[in-house]
């Protein structure tokens, strides 16, 4: 490891940073440096520059990993170099606004009810019983369910903020059956042996990201389901499904981990009950005036 890339991930961690984030920040550092084929600090801020117009005219990154290499690139030279360009300031990522994908509750259903694995099965159901992103759900330990007050605690989430969320009762039923399968004393799903099969009880890491990604991409195809969808379609569609039975806005907010109600409220454009109700107000609104 070079002093430099010491030195970055120090100010990481001393701003508080999670380690998925100070993870993302080194590989965004790394591909500017790969770019020029320079050490970071001893790029321009003509350099700089060219990057952050190759970045938006050339890659087209969407929106939010256009945010991020910003973000990252920024605090490398903010806080690691304490070079505080003012170009820095002036960067920003395209403004885009897209509608997320949504399943509905029976395509979730059947995308359940097909999956063969127990452990691809029960990881994917939690995550959308509990709407988590994808790291929260493989990562998750045996003492982060708390049976006696039923909810699941997310340590260190998005933003390095912690978070509690009901588990059904359905769910606990469903974890405890599945890690009665391997009885790992840490994770409740554990890696696996190489080229599949069942869960290691002695394994020293969890079940990977990438392996329940194409076990799903697998599972859309099996059920014929077009819609460009991910593992992160679940806690979209978890959200919207409880927007739709009348869960107020501010509780989801609270469970999904947003620090903006802005984020959250994102989800009224995606139900047809919110488009059929705001109709329904345009109507009386009408009458009270016609």
Known sequence: MTAL??????????????????????????????YFNLPPD??????????????RNEQQLAHSTSTVAICAIKFFYEYTLQRPWPLLNLVRAPKQRTLPVILSVDEVRQILMTLHSPHYHTCLSLMYACGLRIQEGVSL??????????????????????????????????????????????????????????????????????????????????????????????????????????????????????????TTALYTHLTPQAEAAAATTTQHLLDAVL
């Open 5 to 34: 890339r010491r030195r970055m991930i120090e100010s990481m961690q001393l701003r508080g940073l999670s380690p998925g984030t100070q993870k993302t920040y080194l590989r965004v550092i790394h591909s500017l440096a790969q």
């Open 42 to 55: 001893h790029l321009t801020p003509e350099q700089l520059r060219q990057y952050f117009l190759y970045l």
């Open 141 to 262: 330990q045996v003492s982060h369910i708390d049976s006696a007050r039923m909810v699941v605690h997310i340590h260190a989430g998005k933003g390095n903020k912690d978070r509690c969320i009901p588990l059904p009762p359905t769910m606990l039923d469903l974890l405890r059956d599945f890690w009665r399968t391997h009885r790992h004393p840490q994770w409740l799903f554990p890696g696996r042996r190489n080229g599949g099969g069942g869960p290691l009880p002695n394994a020293t890491h969890p079940m990977g990201v990438r392996n329940l990604q194409v076990a799903f991409q697998a599972v859309l195809v099996e059920c014929g389901i077009r819609k460009p969808a991910t593992v992160h379609t679940l806690r979209h569609s978890w959200a919207t499904h409880l927007l739709e039975a009348g869960v107020n806005l501010r509780i989801i907010q609270e469970w999904l981990g947003h620090h903006s109600p802005n």
